[in-house]
């Protein structure tokens, strides 16, 4: 069974932080999407890799998928609180199917 | 409107009772899921249609639930007998599948938080 993790699970940080996020597996994915989810919605995405090693910038978002394609992380620089919401990663293996990640919870304090 | 849309928005059912949950997909996308998202957690995956065809049925918790969709548009999640483990937001998305999966992106509706009493 595929899973993938995330961590934090929760965090709370003053605007203006920087963060990191987490996602891992110890499966290997096709490509690995980040989604950004706020109250009473669904997710958004935001951005998907598909390259070991890649790395893509949206605006104050950084994205980089791990080597092995089994991990990948969410840095944000300079949080606002716009950037308040549950931030989820999903993975694809090459079939229609998406694994989503538990979620990691963010909270940006004006 | 442009985008995903799901209703009822919200649910409340007794322990028992039938429901049905409905998801209008944005036209012309191929690919529909359904997704359950208990409280604070990530998304699990229901069910999948390519077309109006389903061929993976696996997702679903157990033979009370399931789905179906007509015409290549709307879907329709029913769960029988409803259970409080039930509760939860179900989420519905909808995708222009390409030729390569990796890049599909999944538009989601905003959900139906069904809650069983």
């Known amino acids: 069974t595929q899973l993938l993790e995330q961590s934090p699970q929760f965090l709370s940080i003053q605007e203006g932080e920087n963060l990191t996020v987490y996602c891992n597996s110890s499966?290997?994915?096709?490509?690995l999407q980040w989604y950004r989810q706020e109250p009473g919605e669904g997710p958004v995405l935001l951005v998907t890799v598909v390259t070991g090693g890649e790395v893509k910038k949206l605006k104050r978002l950084t994205f980089q998928f791990g080597d092995a394609r089994k991990d990948s992380s969410l840095h944000i620089t300079a949080a606002q609180t716009g950037d308040t919401g549950l931030y989820l990663c999903?993975?694809?293996?090459?079939?229609?199917?998406?694994?989503f990640g538990t979620g990691t919870r963010l909270k940006v304090l004006a | 409107g442009a985008g995903v849309s799901q209703s009822p928005s919200n649910k409340v059912t007794e322990k028992g009772k039938d429901v049905e949950l409905r998801c209008d997909p944005i036209s012309g996308h191929t690919a529909l899921y359904w997704y359950r998202q208990r409280l604070g957690q990530g998304l699990e995956f229901l069910i999948y249609f390519q077309g109006n065809s389903a061929p993976d049925k696996s997702g679903l918790p157990s033979d009370r639930f399931s789905a179906e969709r007509t015409g290549e548009s709307v879907s329709t999640l029913t769960i029988q007998r409803t259970q409080q483990e039930d509760s939860a937001v179900y989420l519905c998305?909808?995708?222009?599948?390409?030729?390569?999966?990796?890049?599909?992106?999944?538009?989601f509706g905003p959900g139906t938080r069904l809650t069983v009493l």
């Open positions: 499966s290997v994915f096709s490509s």
């Open positions: 999903a993975g694809n293996s090459g079939t229609y199917k998406y694994i």
């Open positions: 998305a909808s995708s222009l599948m390409g030729p390569t999966y990796s890049y599909n992106e999944q538009f």
